[in-house]
């Protein structure tokens, strides 16, 4: 006969109105951490949820059976029987409105600040009291809601660092603030070594800066909104920059295909005109050799003629017949024409040459100029960064460079992973069309682009460094001779800048280290002297249409070495 249990309604009052969170832990399964469903207990006295515990040890980890909490062992398996009294005792607890919370949510993770007063597993607390110095959950902070004294003290949220509102010095709570040494302290700090500071309440300091607080918080609304336009614009920028793009490719094909159809509508029309030249000229040249051709068998009948006379025996009428032979006429035909060179059309074919000739000169020409119109648009950005003014602000755009052997004059040897020259007396073995041949000098293997700083440092009597395109001449000059690097120039005598056959001459001694900053968009490049305050040699303020690479040279001294420092 099964005798089901019911707690009397006194018991049951009890149970909702007080200990809740201590049933919560006697009636909940340790490994769900639910209210316990089906529960049984095994022979240690712990009690489960009849699938929890049958699933912890059907574990195929699990070699001995045991209990999750004491880790007491039993053999054989115990036969798990249902513990109709703790069910009826859940039930009634379930009727009563008591419902296990979810674990994420009271009970305390590791992360978690813990309860000081719960007992057993700890709950999460919900307020921290700075007068207590200590954290209560839910049910334990109910207390300073409604007790008149403990209303006074101060909550705040649950912290784990409640110690450090007390005063190391004198283990009191530091309800004060020194504004002279901008730090929170005791009261009996105020007469001790802050005595004579500027002091005021902890209460009156933070009023004081949450003024302060609202107006940065107002201030950064403020940015907000205004780089929230800042946003937008730029967005109606990308949509201007790629709406003008597509009518411009789209135009621009157009244009294209006008001028070949132009082209090709030309070379129709010298085909036609020469088919049509060359049917009226074989017309003539066929009409002059039909003429020849009777003229030859007239000749050629005349001279049948003249044979059959010669054989005559009769000279009586030999004499007759030959008298009355009509005259040889002339020809009626010149053949002059075959003193004229036998040109015919190339003078045609030669014209046509010179007019592609002239047609891709034009071109390239004006394809120069397309090509800049296209580099020269730029959307001028007003959150552009100013250039830095120490070395720890260039050293936030350093960029690891390291040199490409394949451009290295075969005299240059290479070490430090690619980043120091040398100047040796033999050749390396350098076997690149891409090498310089007649400067002692080398270009980066990465591209610049952005904002870059580096440094070269030289070791000798100096040497140059420099920024180039991809395609500056291998077989000319020193870097900066061109219109296609910039290049600065440290010797003993003197320093010098050059770009495109210019000359800038530069005042101070020779530069043993030189750092080079470079804002590829905005055009700007500049050489320093390396210290803390990194001393301008230099500045450069230009529109650069390609990528530009690093350079670096040497001069005749053998043994003198130039090398990119290592920044990173």
């Known amino acids: 006969m099964k005798v089901k249990v019911t707690p009397s ?28 469903k089906d529960p049984v207990t095994i022979p240690c006295g712990h009690s489960y949820c009849m699938k929890c515990i049958e699933s912890f040890w059907d574990e195929e980890a699990k070699k001995i059976v045991g209990c999750p909490q004491c880790r007491q062992t039993f053999t054989p398996r115990p036969v798990l029987v249902k513990n109709t009294m703790l069910a009826a005792l859940v039930e009634e607890m379930k009727k009563s409105g008591l419902q296990a919370a979810p674990a994420d949510r009271c009970y305390a993770g590791p992360e978690d600040v813990a309860c000081d007063i719960c007992t057993g597993r700890k709950l999460k607390a919900m307020k921290s009291c700075l007068v ?29 660092k409640l110690c450090e509102h007390i005063c190391s010095h004198h283990d009191e709570v530091m309800k004060m603030f020194c504004r002279t040494d901008q730090q929170s302290i005791c009261y009996v700090c105020t007469v001790d070594e802050h005595k004579g500071h500027d002091i005021v309440s902890a209460t009156a300091e933070r009023t004081e800066r949450q003024k302060k607080l609202q107006v940065t918080r107002q201030e950064i609304q403020q940015r907000i909104q205004d780089r929230e336009k800042d946003v937008k614009l730029l967005q109606q920028e990308v949509e201007a920059i790629n709406g003008s793009a597509d009518k411009t490719v789209e135009d621009s094909e157009g244009i294209f295909t006008e001028l070949i159809r132009l082209i090709q509508k030309r070379c129709s ?18 009409e002059l050799q039909e003429k020849l051709e009777q003229e030859i068998t007239e000749l050629k009948r005349k001279d049948v003629e003249l044979e059959q006379l010669s054989h005559t025996e009769d000279h009586n009428q ?135 700083y580096w440094e070269v440092e030289w070791g000798g009597k100096g040497g140059y460094v420099a920024v180039a395109y991809r395609d500056v001449s291998r077989a000319g000059d020193e870097f900066g001779y061109d219109d296609k690097s910039w290049a600065l120039l440290c ?20 530069f043993s280290k030189v750092g080079v900053y470079l804002d590829h968009s905005a055009g700007i490049l500049s050489f320093y002297e390396v210290s803390e305050t990194m001393t301008l040699l230099h500045r450069v303020q230009t529109t650069f249409t390609q990528p530009l690479y690093a350079g670096v040279g040497l001069y005749f001294s053998y043994g003198d070495t130039a090398e990119i420092c290592k920044l990173k």
């Open 9 to 36: 309604l006194p018991l049951r009052s009890k149970m909702a109105q007080k200990g809740i969170q201590l049933d919560r832990e006697t009636f909940s399964c340790s490994i769900c951490l639910d209210l316990l």
């Open 318 to 452: 030999f004499l007759f017949n030959y008298s009355s032979l009509p005259a040889l006429r002339e020809s009626a035909h010149s053949l002059s024409f075959i003193i004229r060179p036998l040109r015919y059309f190339e003078d045609v074919a030669a014209a046509v040459s010179e007019t592609r000739d002239k047609l891709q000169d034009f071109l390239t020409d004006r394809w120069t100029n397309i090509s800049l119109s296209v580099a020269e648009v730029d959307v001028l950005l007003s959150l552009s960064q100013p250039e830095p003014k120490t070395r720890a602000g260039f050293l936030k755009y350093s960029c690891e460079i390291t040199l490409d052997p394949n451009t290295a004059h075969t005299q240059l040897s290479l070490s430090e992973g690619n980043r120091k020259i040398k100047l040796m007396p033999q050749n390396q073995s350098y076997h690149s069309s891409e090498r310089f041949s007649v400067r002692f000098q080398i270009l980066s293997k990465e591209s610049l682009s952005g904002r870059c």
């Open 132 to 160: 207590c110095l200590v954290s209560y959950c839910e049910t334990h902070i109910q207390p300073h809601y409604d007790v008149a004294q403990l209303k006074k003290h101060q909550l705040l949220e649950p912290s784990k």
């Open 491 to 510: 010797n003993p005598n003197n320093n010098q800048f050059w770009h495109n056959n210019i000359k800038t001459s530069i005042s101070g001694s020779r």
């Open 269 to 286: 029309d010298v085909k036609q005109q020469i088919r049509s030249q060359q049917e009226t000229e074989v017309s003539r040249v066929r």
